[in-house]
C-alpha cells in the first residue's frame, strides 16, 4: 500500500478519530464501519487501513488516546501505584 503525503498523515489520523466519535454519537459502536467513517473523515478507504488495521483497531487507539489526552494525571498516578 502507497504511503500517504507526509504532510497529511497526523492530520488523517487526527481526522479519522474524530470521525470516529462523531459517528458513534448517532450509531451505536457494532454498526460503525470503515466506510462510514472515512467518508465522515474525508478520506479514502486506503488511508483508514494505512492508519488503523480494523475498525477495532481505530476503537482501541480512540481508548487509548482520550485515556492519554484527557487524563493522563490519573493514568500517571495508577501507573506509578502499581510499578511500585
Not at 466519535?21 to 459502536?29: G, I, M
Not at 467518508?39 to 487509548?64: C, M, P, W
Request: hydrophobic letters at 40%; aromatic letters at 10%.
Amino acid at each position: 500500500m502507497a504511503r500517504p503525503k507526509k504532510d497529511t498523515e497526523l492530520c488523517a489520523e487526527r481526522r479519522i478519530l474524530d470521525a470516529f466519535w462523531h459517528v458513534l454519537e448517532s450509531t451505536p459502536l457494532r454498526c460503525v464501519s470503515v466506510r462510514t467513517v472515512a467518508q465522515t473523515a474525508e478520506v479514502n478507504r486506503g488511508t483508514f487501513y494505512y492508519h488503523f488495521k480494523s475498525v477495532d483497531a481505530l476503537v482501541d487507539r480512540a481508548i487509548e488516546s482520550e485515556l492519554l489526552e484527557r487524563h493522563s494525571i490519573v493514568l500517571l498516578m495508577f501507573t506509578k501505584k502499581w510499578s511500585e
